[in-house]
């Protein structure tokens, strides 16, 4: 060796797979995923999303299917959206005790109930004929403060269905604490609420409004955040703490993780992000095309969340990575 040789040298601690596997700075495990699901009323097999290959709406047959897949997989839990064949200005399939939502909750709970935490999105948008997240007023703006009434029905209902944890993905104001008093009020004290917190207005959305059969006209830029503003994102997830959100969430993950990471570094609860739609897509169209590795793909960009703070992660790949990590 020469004197001008290195003597600091990272490379040693790359030599070889078990070293690497050693020294690993950022490790996920299965039960920090949380797999989405559609349930959709009127059909009776599944159906698959063409814009997210591998992803269907499940029937209430099928989805107990996926539900005991998912527990026997290790993961952490399942996140319901209901996909309802009849909608109205107000969403009232969204409180309706036999409204597809509801009913999907209590069968998955009854499948898979203790081995799993039963996630449910608390949002008008699936339900609504516009396809807001909240109801309107008489000049179409979305009506806050009305929406919150909306949502404490909806989290009645939920609570009462079974769901273990509410997820609040309307971005209104206030809504964590309506909900949590609603709650607090009809003895459903130990319903966790998850905040999306910091839920930005993206173009990554996409997919998903077709798995939901969304009616949207227009956009959500008066309620969602803008995707330019990093310290508002942050200014929501305090405020969400505030109000008694017992997680809260950054949403879309991949092209925010500036704001995961703000959060998780002074959030006093735990931090979750979702790895939407459009993350999930853009990378199986391009393993289709074999532009790139799909496994590698797969499991760098869930990594990637896992480093920038997320305790725990929404993707469509959660049981097939819980396998990967399994073997």
């Not at 969403?91 to 499948?111: C, H, K, M, P, Q």
Request: charged share 25%.
């Amino acid at each position: 060796m020469t004197d001008s040789a290195p003597r600091i040298r990272p490379r040693r601690l790359r030599t070889t797979p078990a070293m690497r596997r050693l020294v690993a700075e950022t490790r996920l495990s299965a039960a920090e995923l949380v797999l989405p699901v559609f349930i959709r009323e009127g059909i009776s097999e599944p159906v698959p999303i063409g814009s997210m290959p591998g992803v269907v709406n499940h029937s209430l047959d099928s989805i107990r299917r996926a539900a005991t897949e998912a527990a026997e997989a290790g993961i952490g839990g399942l996140m319901l959206f209901g996909v309802p064949e009849h909608k109205d200005a107000v969403g009232s399939g969204a409180t309706d005790e036999n409204g597809i939502l509801n009913v999907a909750t209590r069968v998955v709970i009854e499948e898979v109930g203790d081995a799993l935490v039963v996630q449910t999105d608390l949002c008008l948008d699936e339900f609504t004929d516009h396809g807001h997240c909240g109801v309107l007023d008489s000049r179409g703006y979305v009506d806050n403060d009305a929406s919150l009434e909306r949502y404490r029905d909806m989290a009645l209902a939920q609570a009462n269905a079974g769901s273990h944890l509410l997820g609040l993905s309307g971005m209104m104001d206030g809504q964590v604490a309506a909900v949590r008093s609603v709650l607090d009020d009809n003895d459903f004290g130990n319903t966790a609420i998850l905040g999306y917190a910091a839920k930005y207005a993206s173009a990554f959305y996409g997919p998903f409004r077709e798995a939901v059969a969304s009616s949207l006209v227009g956009d959500r830029r008066t309620y969602q955040l803008d995707t330019g503003n990093r310290r508002e994102g942050l200014r929501e997830v305090m405020l969400d703490v505030d109000e008694g959100a017992d997680v809260v969430m950054v949403k879309p993950a991949m092209s925010f993780l500036d704001v995961l990471a703000d959060a998780a570094a002074i959030s006093p609860v735990p931090v979750w992000a979702y790895q939407v739609s459009g993350e999930y897509s853009m990378i199986e169209a391009a393993a289709a095309h074999g532009w790139i590795d799909r496994r590698r793909a797969v499991e760098e960009s869930v990594l990637s969340i896992k480093r920038a703070g997320a305790d725990a992660i929404l993707t469509y790949w959660a049981v097939e990575l819980a396998g990967w990590l399994r073997s």
